[in-house]
């Protein structure tokens, strides 16, 4: 069986973009969410969760967006908010303690709700930076959760087969159906069998327009996935839409 997992970041960032990913999962392709438990929309999204039990929902563990969960954590946070993603692209230094106890209160609060998270991500792939990824393995370990093929993943870990961010970029081209695009992810369904398409859909609001560096491809990026062409060519081509409990 071929596994497609069209994933949505940032669900909870705010309530535009929470509808947004859930009018992409109702009336389009999208089958996949990761949710961030410290930003405006997060209640919001979990309200909305309770109606769509078909949508998985992953954990979108963040650093670099809005404020941390806890109060004791300095090297993380600056003036109560979490640095920005610059400052993980150059030298830094970071508490791997406070890393772990801010990423574990994320994912508790999340399973507090009921949730049953599917998987673990990151915001800006933050995972994946110098002592980050080691902390994120441990909690993905522990909360025995599959994550995204978006480093180099152990063994011990499950993870789909490819990684793409093919969506955001068919968005961007502002083009509705494009066939080429489209058979280059075919053909990594097919040659890899599991494959996740990360996006970014949401609808526009003032948390969005005032926050994200996102924010008229969010709005062309839930459209795409909306396209009814999408769902035909899959079944056409045997390819299963998913998520995280599919592989």
Request: with cysteine; proline share 4%; charged share 25%.
């Amino acid at each position: 069986m071929d596994v497609l997992i069209i994933n949505a970041d940032d669900f909870g960032y705010s309530e535009g973009i929470n509808l947004g990913i859930v009018a992409a999962h109702k009336k389009g392709i999208l089958t996949s969410t990761t949710m961030l438990a410290n930003m405006p929309g997060f209640e919001h999204g979990v309200e909305l969760a309770q109606n769509y039990p078909n949508l998985g929902i992953g954990v979108h563990l963040t650093l670099t967006c809005g404020k941390p969960l806890l109060n004791d954590v300095p090297s993380i946070s600056d003036n109560d908010s979490f640095h920005s993603l610059s400052f993980y692209e150059g030298d830094f230094s970071v508490n791997p303690d406070e890393v772990y106890r801010e990423w574990r209160a994320q994912i508790e609060k999340i399973l507090l709700t009921g949730i049953k998270p599917t998987h673990l991500d990151s915001h800006h792939h933050v995972n994946s930076f110098g002592p980050m990824k080691e902390i994120f393995i441990e909690l993905a370990q522990k909360y025995n959760l599959p994550v995204r093929n978006n480093f180099d993943v152990p063994s011990c870990l499950k993870t789909t087969k490819k990684f793409s961010m093919d969506f955001d970029q068919l968005a961007d081209e502002k083009e509705i159906w494009k066939p080429i695009t489209i058979k280059n992810l075919i053909q990594d369904c097919k040659e890899y069998h599991s494959v996740e398409c990360m996006c970014h859909p949401g609808f526009i609001d003032n948390v969005v327009l005032n926050n994200s560096g996102l924010r008229d491809l969010r709005a062309h990026t839930c459209g795409e996935l909306q396209n009814e062409k999408y769902k035909e060519v899959f079944e056409e081509n045997n390819i299963v839409l998913g998520n995280y409990r599919d592989i």
